[in-house]
């Protein structure tokens, strides 16, 4: 009788195997059943991050056109900024304050300090690319700004996600997109804003979607409609694409992520590659 061994000499060819091989045959076993009401909420850390692009574009737009000065800015962002501070502790009771140890003190000496250096640095950052084309920093600012997209942290656990790199490249296109304003303090507002909408408003979301799902949901919504209306006055036509890619990624994609896992037939059985399930590390000492 036929043995799946090695290191016995059978009457049997190398590649022989017998009826009982398939015996072992199992199919999904990793697989995991999603629900569309869960993909869909799941997709809405993408979607925010595609209306907080847009709002940055579109806020840099109106800058560019005269149309909003860098004092109504900053005073929006400001007050946007104090009130996002006192959720993000209200949401859940100030644990995650006394569990990090830091103080509301040093919160204030780190956003003077960025706020110092920004400010003092402004005139550097809009001279930085005048000898580079407009049309060049429009190219490494809108690559900057999908690899920031591409690299955010979104929840999964994947080897390309690096939420370090995708800050960087998101401030690296802000400051290409200010050195294009008009003025020093034009410049010195947009680095504050994208800081704030690229850094500090992340991890609000983040907090909401873990204590508060419901909240959660609600300020997806209401930041996507805020997105859409301010791109809406810039572009008619780009509102409606941006509201088509919208939906495709919140409603679509989940119910062909569904579907699609009806068609999942991974198969494992005695050909897989062996698992050492043993404690090895007495062998380590």
Not at 187 to 213: D, N, S, Y
């Amino acid at each position: 009788r036929w043995q799946k061994v090695l290191y016995e000499r059978q009457p049997f060819p190398d590649n022989y195997v017998d009826q009982r091989f398939l015996e072992e045959l199992r199919k999904n076993v990793h697989a995991r059943r999603y629900r569309y009401r869960a993909v869909v909420f799941q997709s809405g850390a993408v979607v925010q991050q595609l209306c907080s692009v847009c709002v940055f574009v579109v806020t840099w737009w109106y800058m560019d056109a005269g149309m909003l000065s860098p004092q109504g800015l900053f005073g929006a962002a400001l007050v946007t900024s104090l009130l996002g501070y006192v959720l993000f502790d209200a949401v859940d009771g100030g644990a995650g304050r006394r569990e990090s140890g830091r103080t509301r003190w040093a919160d204030l000496k780190s956003t003077l300090v960025f706020a110092a250096f920004t400010y003092g640095f402004s005139p550097v950052l809009k001279t930085l690319t005048e000898s580079i084309s407009t049309d060049t920093i429009y190219a490494m600012s809108a690559l900057m700004l999908l690899g920031h997209l591409i690299f955010f942290d979104y929840g999964a656990n994947a080897a390309i996600v690096s939420s370090t790199l995708s800050l960087n490249m998101a401030i690296f296109a802000s400051v290409c997109l200010a050195s294009r304003l008009p003025r020093s303090l034009h410049a010195f507002v947009m680095v504050t804003f994208a800081m704030q909408i690229f850094a500090l408003w992340p991890m609000l979301q983040k907090k909401l979607k873990a204590r508060t799902p419901r909240c959660y949901v609600g300020v997806t919504v209401l930041f996507a409609l805020a997105a859409l209306g301010g791109l809406a006055t810039v572009s008619s036509v780009g509102a409606v694409l941006f509201a088509s890619l919208l939906l495709a990624i919140s409603c679509l994609c989940p119910y062909c992520l569904i579907r699609l896992q009806l068609l999942k037939d991974n198969i494992h059985g005695p050909w897989d590659e062996a698992e050492i399930k043993e404690d090895l590390s007495r062998f380590l000492m």
